[in-house]
């Protein structure tokens, strides 16, 4: 069983920072992909960014220019760095890890909310 845990979500003001983790554990045979999405109420889930497998990261719109994703070099973790928030921001992230094209795992999500 694969387990995705999250921490690092929380209330923060607009401009303001947050670090988001995920440590990936149980059995994976291997990953080919590992990074963040999020939900906002009322809309669909959407891509923040993904690193590849190749180490590659694709990025959301939304994410460009003020979110960086990184993945540990020693254990199945990966960050996201979230810089100048904003009121828009405010969603469930939630970890991917993608093992191949037929399985993927989501974690629980993390809430983050951008608000004065």
């Known amino acids: 069983q694969v387990h995705l845990v999250e921490s690092g979500g929380g209330l923060v003001q607009p401009g303001g920072s947050l670090r988001l983790s995920c440590e990936v554990s149980?059995?994976?045979?291997?990953?080919?992909?590992m990074g963040w999405y999020r939900q906002a109420p009322g809309k669909q889930r959407e891509l923040v960014a993904l690193i590849t497998g190749g180490g590659s990261i694709r990025y959301g719109d939304s994410a460009k220019g003020r979110f960086t994703a990184s993945k540990a070099t020693d254990r199945n973790t990966v960050y996201l760095q979230m810089n100048d928030l904003q009121p828009e921001d405010t969603a469930v992230y939630y970890c991917?890890?993608?093992?191949?094209?037929?399985?993927?795992?989501w974690g629980q999500g993390t809430q983050v909310t951008v608000s004065s």
């Open positions: 149980g059995m994976i045979f291997s990953i080919n992909g």
């Open positions: 991917n890890v993608v093992e191949n094209k037929d399985s993927q795992y």
